[in-house]
């Protein structure tokens, strides 16, 4: 497999494709996310399948997904256990996972809190305090102006991201991700 970047994005789902396709156009980064880097219902499994692949091409691997899932099924829990205690220490692959789920993460642009939040749903009405017209369908999605929207206070984010302990409520990773793509554009 010949690569022609040196920074992937891969995930799960379609909020997790779109906010990084808007990251990458709004702020020039340099990675590649395509469509099919981004799982679907696969899970875990298919982020070890393509983590796997992808550093056979000697190149940083940026793995996004929600950890509400495990909360919730223990075979997806072990998992993700062994898949972070696999990748954990390999610095060409950033763990950026949320709990319970991305919408945390915009959250954070907004307000520093570590509530635990069950689900998307309870994070939704909080969210959309920020971003009243917020929502998780592909229309919705497919536009770049909620992105644009959290690009302005992308720095409060990284800072409250960064302050929680993901042992205690709701967390998210996804600041070392962007503190990456930073660096790298």
Not at 51 to 77: H, P
Request: with cysteine; net charge positive; hydrophobic share 35%.
């Amino acid at each position: 497999m010949k690569l022609r970047e040196s920074i992937y994005v891969i995930g799960e789902g379609l909020t997790e494709k779109y906010y990084f396709q808007h990251l990458k156009k709004l702020k020039a980064y340099s990675c590649v996310v395509r469509p099919r880097f981004f799982s679907g219902n696969n899970g875990i499994y298919y982020l070890e399948k393509r983590t796997r692949e992808l550093l056979l091409a000697d190149v940083t691997v940026i793995c996004v997904f929600d950890a509400d899932v495990s909360q919730r099924n223990e075979e997806e829990k072990a998992r993700l256990q062994n898949f972070i205690k696999e990748f954990k220490d390999n610095e060409n692959v950033i763990i950026c996972d949320s709990l319970p789920s991305i919408e945390f993460w915009f959250l954070l642009h907004f307000k520093k809190t570590n509530k635990h939040f069950e689900n998307y749903n309870s994070i939704r009405n909080e969210l959309r305090k920020y971003i009243p017209w917020y929502d998780k369908t592909e229309k919705y999605l497919m536009q770049d102006q909620w992105v644009k929207i959290l690009i302005l206070k992308q720095d409060t984010a990284i800072k409250n991201g960064k302050s929680l302990n993901t042992g205690d409520g709701s967390y998210s990773n996804i600041f070392k991700a962007i503190e990456i793509l930073e660096s790298m554009s």
